[in-house]
C-alpha cells in the first residue's frame, strides 16, 4: 500500500511542471584567503558559457561555509539525511536495499539515517596548490548489522600541484547520478596516488589504486592501506563547450592462488594479468532545457569486475557469486537530467551489467538491468525531498555446477522517500 502511494505522488509531482521559483540565500562574501581561491577556478571556466560561470560562481558560494585558516581557504560541509524505501518481488530473497556500510538486506522495507561532515582547505605555494580534503558519514540502516550505526571515511586527499594522495573516487569512475537507490557507476574509491596534468582542455591522469575498490572505509580500515598488489590505471579527459569526454583504462595482477572453491574443485591456481577499459561522456542538452544533461559510460573488463556496474550490482554479485573468478563481464549506465524550475528536477536512468565466470565445472553468468526516475523538490535553500520509482531485472544463470549461486533471480519495484538538509 505504501508503495502504491509513493507511485502517486510521484506521477503529481511529476505532472507539476515549473512553480514559483524556490528563495535564495543571499551570496555569501567570501573571506580574503577564498577570494583568492576562487581567483583562480574562475580562470579554469573559460571554456564554458558565461551564463555557466555565474550558476557556478552562485553554487561554489552558497555550499557550506568558508573561512580563513591560518593564512588558506578552508570550507566545511555537512548533511543529513533520512531515506524510506518499500519493494516488492517476484522472488523470496531478492536482494534490493543495498546500504551505505556495503551489507545487503533482503526485506521488503528498509528505514535509513545518515549525517555527513567534510573539510577541504587550500593554500597557494611556490610549488602550487597545497590542497586537502576530508569526509566521514555516519549511517544507519534496517538490516545493516549493527545497532548504532556505522561511521565511515567516504573520502580524504593531500595534493600538490599535480600530485594526490588519499581515498578517492578511481580514474575509472565517471558517471554520476542523483539518485536515491546507490546508482553510482563505477563509483569506486580506492587508496589511490594519481600524478595529473591539464594541457588547454585536456586532462591526462596516472596512478596507482591500493587492491580492488570497495565499500567506503571503516575509521580503523585506515590502517590497512597497502600497495603491495597495485591496480595500475590511466585516464584522459576532455572538456569543451560544457561536455566532458573521458576514456580510461587499468591493469592489475590478477591472483586466483586461493581459490573459494577447494575442496569442492580440484586446485586451479593460477595469476593472470587482469585488465578493463571504459568510455564515457557527458553532454548539454540546452535545446530542451538550459540545464539539462545526458550522461553515458561504458565499460568492458577482464578479472576485473569490481569496475562494473553501479555499486548495487556489484556488492549483490559478491554476495551469491561464489568465486573471485576468472571473470569477464561489460556494463553500460545512461542517465538523463532535466531541471523543471529553480524548484524541481528530475532525474531518468537505465543500466545493465553482464558478469561471466570461466570454472572448472561451470560457466556462471549474472545479467542485471535497471532502471528509475526521479523527482526532487527544494522548496528552500539547503532543503530537498525527493520520491523515487526503481525497477531491478536480476537473472544468474548456473551453467554447470548448482550451487555457483547463492541467492535467486527475479524482478522487483522499489518505491522511495527521501529528504535531506545541507549546510
Known amino acids: 500500500m505504501a508503495l502504491r502511494w509513493v507511485m502517486l505522488a510521484l506521477a503529481a509531482l511529476w505532472a507539476c511542471g515549473p512553480a514559483v521559483a524556490a528563495p535564495k540565500a543571499a551570496k ?40 580563513d585558516l591560518a593564512g588558506g581557504c578552508a570550507k566545511l560541509t555537512g548533511g543529513a539525511s533520512y531515506t524510506y524505501q518499500q519493494s516488492k518481488t517476484t522472488a523470496g530473497g531478492l536482494p534490493l536495499f543495498v546500504n551505505k556500510n ?189 540545464d539539462d544533461e545526458f550522461s553515458v559510460q561504458g565499460t568492458y573488463a577482464v578479472d576485473a569486475s569490481s569496475y562494473l556496474g553501479i555499486s548495487t550490482d556489484l556488492v549483490v554479485y559478491q554476495r551469491t557469486v561464489r568465486s573471485t573468478g576468472p571473470t569477464t563481464g561489460w556494463s553500460a549506465v545512461a542517465s538523463y537530467h532535466h531541471v523543471w524550475s529553480e524548484q524541481f528536477e528530475s532525474n531518468i536512468f537505465g543500466s545493465y551489467v553482464n558478469l561471466r565466470a570461466d570454472l572448472l565445472l561451470a560457466k556462471p553468468e549474472a545479467r542485471t538491468f535497471r532502471s528509475g526516475v526521479n523527482l526532487f523538490w527544494k522548496p528552500i535553500d539547503k532543503l530537498k525531498f525527493g520520491i523515487e520509482l526503481g525497477y531491478v531485472d536480476m537473472k544468474p544463470e548456473p551453467n554447470g555446477v ?3 549461486f547463492d541467492g535467486a533471480g527475479g524482478r522487483g519495484y522499489i518505491g522511495v522517500f527521501s529528504m535531506s538538509a545541507e549546510l
Open 28 to 67: 555569501k562574501d567570501a573571506p580574503a584567503a577564498c577570494k583568492q581561491t576562487s581567483d583562480k577556478d574562475d580562470k579554469k571556466k573559460h571554456k564554458k558559457s558565461s551564463k555557466s560561470d555565474d550558476d557556478d560562481d552562485d553554487d561554489d558560494d552558497d555550499e557550506g561555509v568558508k573561512f
Open 102 to 290: 556495503g551489507t545487503v538486506s533482503s526485506g521488503s522495507i528498509s528505514n535509513s539515517a545518515s549525517a555527513n561532515l567534510g573539510l577541504e582547505t587550500t593554500r597557494q605555494t611556490n610549488l602550487g596548490e597545497f590542497k586537502t580534503t576530508g569526509a566521514v558519514e555516519w549511517s544507519k540502516a534496517t538490516g545493516d548489522g549493527t545497532q548504532n550505526g556505522t561511521v565511515a571515511v567516504t573520502g580524504w586527499s593531500v595534493g600538490l600541484g599535480g600530485l594526490t594522495v588519499g581515498y578517492t573516487g578511481t580514474l575509472m569512475s565517471f558517471w554520476e547520478g542523483d539518485f536515491l537507490t546507490t546508482a553510482n557507476s563505477p563509483g569506486r574509491s580506492a587508496n589511490t596516488i594519481v600524478y595529473e596534468r591539464e594541457i588547454d582542455d585536456h586532462t591526462i591522469s596516472v596512478g596507482l589504486e591500493s587492491n580492488l575498490p570497495t565499500t567506503p572505509q571503516t575509521v580503523t580500515g585506515l590502517k590497512n592501506i597497502d600497495f603491495s598488489d597495485p591496480v595500475y590505471t590511466l585516464r584522459y579527459r576532455y572538456e569543451f563547450d560544457d561536455a566532458t569526454y573521458h576514456l580510461s583504462g587499468l591493469a592489475r595482477r590478477a591472483d586466483f592462488s586461493n581459490s573459494p572453491l577447494l575442496p569442492l574443485f580440484p586446485n586451479t591456481a593460477t595469476v593472470r594479468t587482469g585488465w578493463a577499459a571504459s568510455a564515457g561522456v557527458r553532454l548539454p542538452v540546452k535545446f530542451i532545457g538550459e
Open 402 to 404: 548448482l550451487g555457483i
